[in-house]
């Protein structure tokens, strides 16, 4: 029961705003303990060159001491023969600080101000912390040790020269400390690490409250856009994600919005679509139905007559499916295309003659450009003459009576340029964005009692961009509408 227990266990999630605290929290607490931790081992090291430094200022009374002491002695052999000397050149100079002239193979004299009870007697002063005293060396003019012995390590420039008239006669140094020794020493070192290491502490729950601060500032717009991208998912288009700001959370809100907005345009022309092609099919079949019920019924006569009323709605029936299915090919990338170089005005030429008689036969007079300049694209042939064909026919189709068609070219640079234009009636200008819409068709004089699926612009504004061109409906010259298709030429 124990293992199942155990297995039935949730695993704790970590939400997005936890991750960031944690990620901040913890590189900046790893900066914090780097800089303890360096701090910690230099404290100690640069404590004991800030004694050295202040060490090294006891040196120049002590040259000048010794440079009175080798005046008289002239060399430092009876010094170096006789330690005892540089002791007492020493001890007046780290206990008053200044220095006692003293002679060779002579004592020093004693200060006037010694303690009570105790005559000639100082209290231990500057020169007894961390035995000072046995740390000065002196060094000849050949750096060779005269007192003590000269450390590895330690630089001339840290030596401090003994001068007689301006030559230098010997060199004074000082070894370096082995740790610190005076207790005010130590315990000035340990304040300094107890303050670090409070304040440490103190940044630390600075920091982390700064790391939650600044991970609920990042979390909160990233979850405001998590729940909107969830909406969106849920078919909820028309809420939309509030996220202030200019930075890429604030331009990714925007981004959701207007994702939003496509969709729920995608949407509502998905439920239009849908309705439109149930309209589309129900109008034939309907026809169709009352036909077959009023012969089957003896209403109607079974005639070849009727037979051919019932034949028609089967041919718009079937052209609709066709439109449908080359308009699904044609969104989805399905539609092939042989593309190869041929004369692209042959072929409007050639189309143009085989809706001539359409033309006529309403009552519309259709001109093409004589003449033309040869135009070479690559494309294929049989799906620029469904282009062609869909123009013309809603030219010859929509066009009133009596009226006239256009085709012109033009080439400019390596773009070629096909217009058709036919006379009124025209559309508006909100009607001339929306021609290319599946199903759409104005509701004036171009509407569905002159037939049509409705699919055919959309249709050819597929063609056109498979081919890498363009295509735009405007208000023609002539009154009515004009078709441009743009292509590249080779």
Not at 293 to 319: C, F, K, T
Request: aromatic share 6%; with cysteine; glycine share 8%.
């Amino acid at each position: 029961m124990g293992q199942d227990s155990c297995q039935k266990r949730p695993i704790m999630k970590l939400r997005l705003i936890h991750k960031l605290l944690i990620a901040l929290f913890a590189s900046t607490a790893g900066v914090l303990m780097a800089m303890l931790w360096l701090a910690q081992v230099n404290i100690g090291r640069g404590f004991e060159d800030f004694l050295m430094q202040q060490e090294r200022t006891s040196l120049p009374p002590i040259s000048a001491a010794l440079s009175d002491w080798y005046r008289q002695s002239g060399s430092w052999e009876d010094m170096r023969s006789n330690p005892r000397q540089f002791q007492r050149i020493l001890q007046p100079v780290l206990s008053a600080g200044e220095p006692q002239p003293a002679r060779p193979g002579g004592r020093a004299p004693r200060p006037a101000d010694g303690p009570p009870g105790r005559p000639g007697q100082r209290p231990p002063g500057r020169g007894d912390n961390n035995a000072l005293h046995r740390r000065i060396f002196l060094l000849d003019n050949q750096m060779t040790a005269v007192i003590g012995r000269y450390p590895n390590g330690i630089e001339q420039s840290d030596l401090t020269s003994v001068e007689v008239d301006s030559d230098t006669v010997g060199w004074l140094g000082i070894a370096p400390l082995r740790g610190l020794q005076a207790p005010e020493e130590h315990a000035f070192s340990d304040l300094m690490k107890r303050s670090l290491l409070t304040g440490g502490a103190l940044g630390l729950v600075i920091a982390a409250l700064l790391a939650w601060l600044l991970a609920r500032h990042i979390s909160k717009p990233l979850v405001a856009a998590a729940a909107g991208v969830r909406k969106l998912a849920a078919g909820n288009y028309h809420d939309q994600v509030k996220i202030s700001g200019d930075d890429e959370t604030a331009r990714l809100g925007q981004d959701i919005n207007r994702l939003a907005m496509a969709l729920s345009d995608h949407e509502v022309a998905r439920q239009r679509w849908i309705a439109d092609i149930a309209h589309e099919l129900r109008t034939p079949l309907a026809i169709m139905r009352g036909e077959i019920e009023a012969m089957s019924d003896g209403v109607r006569e079974m005639s070849s007559g009727n037979l051919a009323s019932v034949q028609q709605e089967v041919g718009h029936l079937s052209a609709l499916v066709d439109d449908l299915q080359n308009l699904a090919m044609s969104d989805t990338g399905a539609l092939s295309f042989k593309m190869r170089r041929f004369e692209f005005t042959a072929l409007v030429s050639a189309v143009a003659d085989a809706a001539r008689s359409r033309a006529v036969a309403k009552g519309l007079e259709l001109k093409l450009d004589e003449d033309p300049e040869p135009a070479w694209i690559e494309g294929d042939e049989q799906r620029l003459r469904q282009l062609l064909h869909n123009l013309l026919e809603n030219a010859v189709r929509y066009t009133d009576t009596p009226g006239q068609i256009e085709i012109s070219f033009k080439q400019v640079g390596k773009d070629f340029t096909l217009t058709i234009s036919d006379s009124a009636p025209g559309v508006s200008d909100t009607e001339l964005d929306q021609l290319f819409d599946r199903f759409y068709r104005v509701e004036a004089s171009r509407n569905r009692k002159t037939g049509g699926s409705g699919l055919g612009l959309a249709i050819c504004r597929n063609i056109v961009e498979a081919h890498g061109g363009s295509i735009v409906a405007e208000a023609g010259s002539l009154g009515g509408i004009s078709m441009t298709v743009r292509l590249k030429l080779v």
